[in-house]
Structure formats: C-alpha cells, structure tokens
C-alpha cells in the first residue's frame, strides 16, 4: 500500500455550517429518526425558552404536506435589527454557531433549555430550505436560507403586524438523513410533555399530510395529568402526589404515584428538557426515596437495627415519578449539545432536598398508605433475593454442566463460533421445532423449541420469571445473562428470530417473547438482533408447479397470473406443523429467500411502547378491549 502524506496540508478547517453538515452527529447525536425529530425539538426548546421565561403562551408545530415543519410560537419575536457583526442578528443565529440570547443576563432569560447557542444554526446547516419570518409587534419580517445556509437570502419586511412572535419552517435534507419522513405520534407525544411541565402552556400539533389532523394539549395540574397517563393502565396505591420547593436558586417540581406493578417509571427534564439519561437530579431523587423509606422503616419496627436497610430497586418498585428542574443558567450544565443528561453537580443535593422533606410529610401524614408501600417494598426485597439466587444458578450452576441440563433435549446448537453468522430460531411446539431441526443450516442456525405459552412477565416479578423453564432455557441460549448481570458483548446469536404460527395463538406466544426480552433484555432489541419469521399463508399447486403466498393480495395475484381454475391446488397453514422440513426451509428459513421483520425500538416512543406492552399484557381488562377495539381495522389474516 502507497505511503500516504501527512503534513500541514492535511489539515482542514471546516468553516461556518460545514462542520455540521460534515458531522452532524455531534450535533444532533444521530442522522436516524432520533437525529431527524431533534431538529424539530431544537426549534420548539427555543419556543418554550420564550413561554418558560413569561413570553407567550402557545406553541403550534405543523408538520406540513411537502415534509417541512412549521414551529410558531407567541414570544418577543427573534431581533432583526443589524448585529455588531455587521449583518441581521437574524442572520447571525441562523448562520453562526454559538450565537445566542443565553450566554448573558441580557436577554431576559432566567432560565431556559436552549444553552449552547447552536441549535437554529443547526438546524439551517441540515436543511435544504429554512424560513423564518418574525412578528416584533409593528412589522413582519422574513429571512430564507438554503443549502445548509450557505445561500442567504434578504431580510425583508413583509407586512404589518400588532403581535410578536417567531414562525421558523424548514425542510431537513435527504442526503443527510436515512428517511426525512416525522412521525405524528412522536411530535405529539413530545408537545403532550411540554404541555405537562409548564401549567396554561397550550400546544398544538396539525397534520396537513394526507387526512389533516390536530391535536390540542393543555393543562392546569400538568404533572399529576403526567402521572394520570403514564398509569391509566394500572393499579394506583393512592392518588397522585404532586411536590414543589427551591434549594440553591433550584426550583425541584415534581409528583409521584406507586402502583401495584413490579416496573419502575422515571421521567426527568431540566428546563422542559427531557432528560433521557437521567443525570444528577435523577441520582438525588432516587437517593432520597431510599433514605427516607428506610428511616420511615426503622423508626416504625418494620425494620430492627441489626437488619440491612432496603436497596433502591427495592424502594423504586412500582414508582411512577416525574421531576422537573428550574435551573439558573449560572448553573446548568448539560453532557453534551443534545442534552439527553443533566450534570449540574447542585442539581443532586437539591433534589435531594426538596424530594426528601415532601416524601417525609406524605409518609407521616398517610401512615395506612405508608405502611402499605413498605409491605410491598418487603416482599420486593424478598422477591430479589430470590432472584439473585436464581441468578447465580443460571450464571454459575449448581454444578458444572448446568447450562448443558437446561438445554439438554431442547437446542440444536450451530456449529459456527462466530455470533456474527449464528442465527437463532425460538420456535414455537416441538412438532415445528422437529422440522425446523431437519430443515436448518447446520453451520449457522440453531433451534431452540417452545412448549407452549411462555409466562406473561408483565405479570411477574423478576424471581418468578427466573425460575420459569422456557425462559430459563432463552436465557441460557443467549448468553448474556439477565438483568445485572446482562451483558451483549457475550451474545452468542446475532439474529434471534421469533417463529410462530401465523394464528391468533402465534401472535399471543410471539407478543409473551417481545415482551419478556423488551422488559429484561431491551439493548437486544435496540442493537438490532431481534426478528419476527413471516411464514407463508398458503401453498398454491397448479400442473406440478406451486407458489407461496404471504398475504391474501399476495395470494390473489398469484391466482391472477396462473388462472382461476379447478386444476388450482390451495393449503391454508394454519401453523408451522403443516409444513415439512423442505417447506419450511423454502419459504421461512432461507436466507436466500425467507422474509424477516426486524423488531425496532423508538427510544423517543419509548413511553408508547411502554403504554401499549402495559394495555395488551396487564390485569386491566378494559383499556385492552378499547386497544383492540380501535385496531381491529388494522388487523389482516386473522385466523378465527
């Protein structure tokens, strides 16, 4: 290979916006759907900054039939007058990173979420087009940019206006991101968020695409809404308790809610931002639930001197928390430009505060709720216990071929060493599974059978789940161990592949799997390994030839070419038992030919998805029957 020069004209200095079309994940962490809706939520954190600090009160995103977004708020409006730099200040935050009202007290915001001055620039940088007009109470201005910025238009002023406020348009670049298509229900699950934390907040969200749609979300006791929608589905231990206080020039807001499931739910912002990977604040409320349940524990004999004190899991069980901060902006520091942590190190002693003396008062106040909660905190504690052994037997063994006896009689292993071409198929019965044993690829595929319906864990605790056969049996096969021990860089199975029949009671037995590995194993889900098998629905046979049909418009056009007529031979499988080896590996195990549907995760859906596992796979019967009720319709090929 050529030697290659490296000297002082390798060096580049990328100017302006082009070190953000360069590496926009620096900027907006990703160029996927996440990276994608972040733009839209860096205009918006703009909005709210104005509506947090006293400026307007409604915020409308319109995602608009051309694919471009509309962000409009009631604020002061953006300036428009000539920057020191010799441009429109307009220009300058549209064009120039770093460049905003947030670095001084002089823009009159208190606090705000928006801190870096980069995120409009960035959002022109990864954009084929960006309009912006502003409303300053006399005229109405408008600038566009396209390019990524790199052309600029005038400002120009275009009408007459008595209000303020600021309406930003942009369409993001194809070449940039892997789709540029938004998603509804993710922008309004985001604007329902907004509209939780800041009370007459009202935001609008309007679908022109297709069927126009609009959703209007607005709130007096937002957080308790909050804590009311994240529990809709389950059983509530009291009624939602909501807290706020100030320690250190930090405002802590927040209300909780146990119920009676094993899950906990944690959802933390700083300035309406919401802060996915919790941070400071989060580390000093989970803290304080500790101390203070175990002080409440003590103090009431449920608890001697000589006994441990209960882990923070143990207190969390069941948890539904909100918290959110007001931080100066002398304060507040954020792990990087997408703010998905908070690191503000006086954020942890204030939360701690605030949520310690609240939880104190509502302990003391409600001692039958108190005692309850603890009882339940009790048996958790009791239940992890048990986990941990069980644990340890699935790590270690009660002797030194334990993973061998799990599976003995249950997995045809592959003979490949390499994860990265080992595939696993989790089928459903022995009958398919004795098929799909003949029918593999024995170098890559392994087969691991079912029997039956494995446990509905979002009815279980996690030592219950461990003892389970089947599940014991996944785990093992895995490798990665479960729950502490978890860890993916020992997956032994690139592809795990969920294969049931194509009936109504494939669909529950492939949901039970989806939900067991979405609860204790999500980073599988997350890094892409987990897929559903799509087997055929019919074998159609004309002359000695025959077809495979997946769909019944598949089916139909398969009849439309070869004719409709007596000579047309056609199965209906009602499961993977029907097929011999030879079949199934044609239609379903075939790498060359088989069709997989990898299973995705939407970590900014992440609470809808969470909703949705909740509706189908818990105790409440009513919220499941409304589900089905409304998607019914979707439903195709259902088997009755």
């Known amino acids: ?114 801190l870096h001055g980069v995120g409009a620039s960035v959002v022109n940088a990864l954009c084929t087009w960006c309009k912006v007009m502003v409303h300053d109470g006399k005229d109405v201005w408008s600038m566009t940019f396209e ?103 930090i405002i802590v807001e927040g209300c909780f809610q146990y119920t009676d499931e094993y899950q906990e739910n944690i959802f933390s912002f700083t300035n309406m931002v919401r802060t996915r990977d919790g941070g400071s604040h989060e580390t000093g409320a989970k803290q304080a639930f500790t101390k203070v349940f175990n002080e409440y524990a003590r103090k009431n004999g449920f608890l001697k001197e000589k006994d441990k004190g209960f882990e923070g899991n143990d207190v969390r069980e069941g948890l539904t928390l909100v918290i959110n901060l007001t931080i100066p902006e002398d304060y507040l520091q954020f792990e990087g ?17 605030v949520v310690s003396e609240n939880l104190r008062y509502f302990l003391e106040e409600n001692k039958e709720v108190a005692n309850a ?24 063994g009660k002797g030194k071929n334990r993973s061998e006896r799990v599976l003995s009689g249950k997995l045809a ?50 030592d219950k789940v461990l003892v389970n056969k089947e599940i014991q049996a996944m785990i093992t096969a895995f490798g990665t161990g479960i729950h502490e021990d978890f860890d993916i860089e020992k997956l032994r199975y690139h592809k795990i592949i969920i294969m049931t ?43 000695k030839k025959f077809w495979y049909a997946y769909s019944d418009e598949e089916l139909n056009n398969i009849l439309q070419e070869i004719g409709r007529d007596n000579n047309n031979k056609i199965q209906r499988y009602k499961g993977l038992g029907e097929m011999d080896a030879e079949q199934l590996w044609d239609t379903t195990m075939d790498p060359e030919k088989r069709i997989l549907l990898r299973v995705n995760l939407d970590e900014d859906s992440a609470s809808e998805i969470d909703l949705t596992f909740t509706t189908l796979m818990g105790d409440q019967v009513e919220p499941r029957r409304e589900f089905i009720e409304a998607n019914a319709k979707y439903v195709q090929n259902l088997d009755i």
């Open 1 to 114: 290979m050529p030697k290659q020069q490296y000297d002082e004209s390798s060096i580049v200095i990328l100017e302006g916006l082009d070190a953000v079309r360069k590496r926009p994940g620096m900027y907006i962490g990703s160029t996927d759907s996440k990276g994608l809706h972040h733009l839209v939520w860096e205009i918006v954190d703009n909005a709210i900054d104005e509506a947090l600090n006293g400026y307007g009160d409604e915020i409308t995103i319109i995602l608009e039939k051309d694919g471009s977004v509309t962000v409009e708020d009631h604020g002061r409006g953006m300036p428009v007058g000539k920057h020191k730099s010799g441009v429109s200040t307009l220009q300058v935050i549209f064009t120039i990173l770093h460049a905003g009202g947030k670095f001084t007290s002089h823009g009159g915001y208190t606090s705000a979420g928006g």
């Open 373 to 396: 909660l603890v009882r339940k905190i009790i048996k958790a504690a009791q239940a992890r216990n048990a986990a941990r052994k069980a644990r340890a037997d699935i790590r270690n």
């Open 413 to 462: 292993s592959a003979q490949s060493k390499d994860a990265r071409r080992k595939e696993l198929y989790l089928v459903e019965g022995d009958s398919a599974g004795g098929s799909a044993k003949t029918a593999r690829s024995r170098a890559t595929q392994a087969i691991l059978p079912l029997r039956g319906k494995i446990l509905n864990v979002e009815k279980a605790r996690l």
């Open 337 to 353: 430009q997408t703010k998905e942590k908070l690191g503000t190190p006086e954020a942890k002693p204030a939360t701690e505060t």
């Open 501 to 543: 029949d194509a009936d109504v009671d494939g669909a529950h037995i492939a949901t039970l799997l989806l939900t067991f590995i979405y609860r204790f194993m999500p980073e599988l889900i997350k890094k892409g390994y987990v897929y559903l098998a799509q087997p055929p629905l019919y074998r159609v046979e004309k002359n």
């Open 147 to 249: 390019n990524g910025g790199s052309k600029i238009g005038k400002l120009e002023k275009v009408g007459k206006t008595n209000h303020t406020g600021s309406i930003v348009s942009f369409k993001p670049d194809p070449s940039i991101f892997k789709s540029v298509h938004f998603s509804y229900s993710t922008i309004c699950e985001r604007a329902q968020e907004d509209a939780f934390l800041l009370k007459g907040l009202k935001m609008i969200v309007r679908d022109k695409r297709k069927e126009e749609r609009e959703v209007v979300y607005q709130y007096e006791d937002g957080l308790k809404a909050f804590i009311e929608e994240v529990n809709q589905d389950h059983t509530p231990m009291h009624d939602p308790i909501s807290f706020r206080g100030e320690s250190n020039q």
